[in-house]
């Protein structure tokens, strides 16, 4: 004889309720009788419900194996949704340090282009402050020399004079700052005047020279230099012993100079 539907209905339940209680059991346990409890059991029940068919107990244990534990048929879809919240929080995580990183970099960029940009402004005041130039030509439609000393040369027919640092009146000019400066001098002699040098001197020191000579036609030279000099340094031209130079309104004989950049 069978067990009633009702009783295996009671069982069921029981068996949910505790596998909902320990949430690791995912089989359904049903809570054995002693025999001779089942007995009296079935020896009641026996008049109230004589019919057992097995298709009903075998569609009650289907029921069962199918249904399982709620808890345990929500474990994967929460398993997941954790998992899937753990990798997302990873990813942010990620995003947040890469986002950081590119500000870091971004911040010394910036420092970079605040210390190059002091830097412009400062080379831009300091040129401003420091614009030097000058060109100046021999005031002379006639012959200087011969000359018995090593003679300086005023070149008083000034063209331009910019920072005022070039003197027409002593012919030198003065470094106002500590910098590079480009020097260049030209010279002319008119034809049975001889012969024609000098040289260009840094305080006294010779730099760059010149020297011509001429019987039948006129005679030029020049040369040029780039000289590092410290504020106060004296820069001018001086026509050698005995030797002659010569110009007239075309200015042939000219001394310029300017500030390359200062140090």
Not at 24 to 46: K, S
Not at 122 to 129: L, N, S
Not at 206 to 230: C, D, E, F, H, R
Not at 239 to 259: A, E, V
Request: net charge negative; charged share 20%; hydrophobic share 35%.
């Amino acid at each position: 004889m069978g067990f009633p539907p009702v009783m295996l209905l009671m069982c069921l339940v029981v068996g949910l309720s505790t596998c909902r209680a320990e949430g690791e059991d995912n089989q359904i346990r049903v809570t054995e009788t002693t025999e001779e409890e089942q007995e009296n059991h079935l020896t009641e029940t026996v008049a109230e419900d004589t019919e057992t068919p097995d298709q009903d107990l075998q569609t009650v244990a289907v029921e069962a194996s199918n249904s399982g534990s709620p808890e345990k048929g929500c474990e994967p879809s929460i398993y997941m949704v954790l998992k899937e919240l753990g990798a997302l929080q990873e990813r942010q995580k990620a995003t947040v340090s890469a986002l950081e990183e590119t500000n870091r970099k971004l911040e010394a960029s910036e420092k970079k282009i605040d210390v190059l940009n002091s830097s412009l402004t400062e080379m831009r005041r300091t040129y401003e402050g420091h614009q030097v130039a000058f060109s100046a030509a021999l005031p002379t439609t006639a012959t200087i020399g011969p000359v018995n000393v090593l003679y300086p040369l005023v070149y008083k027919h000034v063209l331009s004079n910019i920072g005022g640092h070039y003197s027409p009146v002593t012919g030198y000019f003065t470094a106002p700052v500590r910098g590079i400066y480009y020097f260049s001098f030209s010279s002319f002699c008119w034809p049975g005047d001889g012969t024609s040098g000098g040289s260009l001197y840094r305080n006294e020191n010779q730099v760059v020279s010149w020297y011509g000579y001429t019987k039948t036609a006129p005679v030029s030279g020049s040369n040029s230099a780039i000289l590092l000099l410290q504020a106060g340094d004296m820069v001018n031209v001086r026509l050698w012993n005995g030797r002659k130079i010569s110009d007239n309104g075309n200015k042939y004989s000219t001394f310029s100079g300017f500030l390359l950049s200062p140090m």
